[in-house]
């Protein structure tokens, strides 16, 4: 910026290396501490935080790639990030200890495209059990997804068609 307005940028300078795959996905979430952490998902199934030398670290490769079209999701929920894509089991971080990297998320989650939270709940909706499907954890507890049990459900919307997101609130 300038006084009374903007000029032009004089160029463009790398921010990072590039990544091992196309990006599909991504989020910055702020840990207990303080401390940002950027996590990627690309194409082929992996998973990458930049660190602050603008390096790419896997925190997990390997996992089933988005569908064309498809992307990672992935939902902040403190002390955690859930990373979920149509194709794969939901896999989760620790953001205090992110180099033990992403693992399947216990519970039996269903597999979602879409996720976000409300409230003290993180929300799974067009799963792999019904488009129209939306499920939910128990209070704060992201390893209990068995509708009926201790806060956790289901709701099946008869009409509409597939879920195509949710707004976290």
């Given at each position: 910026?300038?006084?009374?307005?903007?000029?032009?940028?004089?160029?463009?300078?790398?921010?990072?290396?590039?990544?091992p795959?196309v990006?599909?996905?991504?989020?910055?979430?702020?840990?207990?501490?303080?401390?940002?952490h950027?996590f990627?998902?690309?194409?082929?199934?992996?998973?990458?935080?930049i660190?602050?030398?603008?390096?790419?670290?896997?925190?997990?490769?390997?996992?089933?790639?988005?569908?064309?079209?498809?992307?990672?999701v992935?939902i902040?929920?403190t002390?955690?990030?859930?990373?979920?894509?149509?194709?794969q089991?939901?896999?989760?971080i620790?953001?205090?200890?992110?180099?033990?990297?992403f693992?399947?998320?216990?519970?039996?989650?269903?597999?979602?495209?879409?996720g976000?939270?409300?409230?003290?709940?993180?929300?799974?909706?067009?799963l792999?059990?019904?488009?129209n499907?939306v499920?939910?954890?128990?209070?704060?507890?992201?390893?209990?997804?068995?509708?009926?049990?201790?806060g956790?459900?289901?709701?099946?919307f008869?009409?509409?068609g597939?879920?195509?997101?949710?707004?976290?609130?």
């Open positions: 910026p300038k006084a009374n307005g903007y000029r032009p940028i004089a160029s463009l300078v790398p921010f990072s290396e590039p990544l795959g990006p599909v996905g991504g989020v910055s979430s702020r840990d207990a501490s303080g401390v940002f950027t990627v998902g690309t194409n082929d199934g992996g998973i990458y935080e660190t602050s030398d603008g390096s790419w670290v896997a925190r997990g490769t390997g996992f089933s790639a988005p569908s064309d079209g498809g992307r990672w992935f902040p929920f002390p955690f990030v859930i990373a979920i894509n149509a194709n089991d939901p896999l989760f620790k953001t205090n200890d992110t180099s033990a990297g693992v399947v998320l216990p519970g039996n989650p269903p597999r979602a495209a879409y976000w939270v409300a409230g003290d709940r993180v929300m799974l909706a067009n792999d059990e019904g488009s499907h499920r939910w954890c128990s209070p704060n507890n992201i390893e209990q997804w068995e509708p009926g049990i201790a956790a459900d289901v709701n099946i008869p009409t509409g597939a879920i195509q997101g949710g707004v976290a609130f």
